[in-house]
């Protein structure tokens, strides 16, 4: 017979027992990954406008010596990171003299341009994904903007953006589309305007 506090001198907190250890789980002979039968799960390949870089691999010369080239082969479609995964547009308002006050008027920026602010509408998309689906914090947010996109991001901006993205949530605000483009420059120093 076990003792416990009503049969013996022992304390009642010595009646507080562990329970029995969970009995140790089986080991099935399966393992990880697929399994025989099992149908392949394969992804879906990407449209042809999803891809940005098509390579053509063939055999050599040599080995593909008596044998004829057909128009069909197969296709494989790895993803990478790119190499710069944030764009950058530079938008640059002209300067123009008013030859007789000698004033300079300068082109104003345009109104999606400033209304979008420093980043676009991706990248806002991306703050509330990471605020709300990834419950990420301010302060890791800017670690990843910092470390895996290369873009340092203040507090301060961050806070504008998430509610920004806030609001645009609840139906306040729309972000307006891209602008359109108005030349490359040669070179970061000068301009390159459409003729």
């Known amino acids: 017979m076990k003792t416990h506090s009503s049969n013996s001198p022992k304390p009642p907190s010595s009646d507080i027992v562990k329970p029995p250890p969970a009995a140790p789980r089986r080991r099935g002979k399966r393992k990880a990954g697929g399994q025989p039968g099992h149908s392949k799960h394969a992804r879906t390949p990407f449209d042809p406008d999803r891809v940005d870089e098509t390579r053509c691999d063939e055999l050599s010369a040599k080995d593909a010596a008596g044998l004829v080239p057909l128009d069909d082969g197969e296709v494989f479609q ?40 420093l980043v676009g509408p991706r990248w806002s998309a991306l703050i509330g994904y990471q605020k709300s689906a990834g419950h990420m914090s301010d ?38 589309p891209t602008a359109p483009t108005c030349g490359r420059p040669t070179s970061p120093s000068s301009f390159a305007w459409p003729v």
């Open 139 to 176: 302060t890791t947010i800017r670690t990843f903007f910092k470390d895996v996109l290369g873009v340092p991001v203040s507090p301060g901006y961050l806070a504008k953006r998430v509610q920004t993205v806030s609001a645009a949530g609840s139906g306040a605000t729309t972000f307006p």
């Open 78 to 117: 790895p993803m990478e990171l790119a190499d710069r995964p944030v764009g950058v547009t530079e938008h640059r308002a002209r300067k123009y003299l008013n030859r007789v006050t000698g004033q300079i008027v300068t082109a104003p920026w345009p109104a999606a341009v400033v209304q979008a602010g």
